[in-house]
């Protein structure tokens, strides 16, 4: 099956500062999503992106598809946005399976203010 | 508009009782999905359900566990003579159409005691 790699593992940061998560994926993409998972364990759907680039506030992705990667960037960090930040894919041919999402090990974020 | 709801957020239960979680997908979705996180093991797929159907169970125990979304009312997800090793964050998450992005609820968090 498809794997899914996130780098980097940990990351910590003062808040306002920026940073870019990176999700490579070993095969091509029918669905790319990202997620926050906060302090609570809730799993909070950020962006639906198996190509090109969006924008949420001070969030944004993008995907190259072709390349076979993913970038999620967080501008102005907040202590709010600590929390583990998931990367998750489907292949386009999974033996017909094709609606299993395959979650990486995600990006330990921690904001200190 | 209402996203996925599951109940309860929070669940304990001793060695050998039933637990059973629920998951109520976002309005007019009539694909449901359920994820289990154990603590060592990410994110991985458990089953997915379209109405009064389980399209694929693979990723679930054979044993003690089982799911239904009938055709009025929640996705269920039980899980019979609950051991220690069922302790976990489950995950419920729905789609309109096959394939799509899949939206996902906050979790149950299991307690096994």
């Known amino acids: 099956g498809i794997q899914v790699e996130q780098s980097p593992p940990d990351l910590i940061l003062q808040e306002g500062a920026n940073s870019t998560l990176r999700c490579n994926f070993s095969d091509s993409v029918n669905n790319l999503q990202w997620f926050h998972q906060n302090p609570w364990g809730q799993l909070i759907n950020l962006f639906y992106i198996p190509s090109g680039t969006k924008q949420n506030g001070r969030l944004s992705a993008t995907t190259v598809a072709t390349e076979r990667y993913s970038l999620l960037y967080i501008s102005s960090s907040q202590t709010t946005d600590s929390g583990v930040y998931f990367c998750a894919a489907i292949p386009p041919d999974s033996g017909g399976s094709n609606y299993k999402l395959t979650f990486g090990k995600g990006t330990l974020l921690t904001v200190n203010p | 508009n209402a996203g996925v709801m599951q109940n309860p957020r929070h669940l304990v239960r001793r060695r050998g009782q039933e637990a059973r979680l629920r998951c109520s997908p976002v309005k007019g979705h009539s694909h449901v999905y359920w994820y289990r996180q154990l603590p060592e093991e990410g994110l991985k797929f458990m089953v997915y359900?379209?109405?009064?159907?389980?399209?694929?169970e693979s990723g679930m125990p054979k044993e003690r566990f089982s799911a239904e979304f009938p055709k009025e009312g929640p996705s269920i997800l039980r899980i019979q003579q609950v051991v220690r090793g069922d302790s976990a964050a489950y995950f419920c998450?729905?789609?309109?159409?096959?394939?799509?992005?899949?939206?996902f609820g906050p979790g149950t968090r299991l307690t096994v005691l």
């Open positions: 998450a729905s789609s309109p159409f096959w394939g799509n992005e899949q939206f």
């Open positions: 359900l379209q109405k009064e159907n389980i399209i694929d």
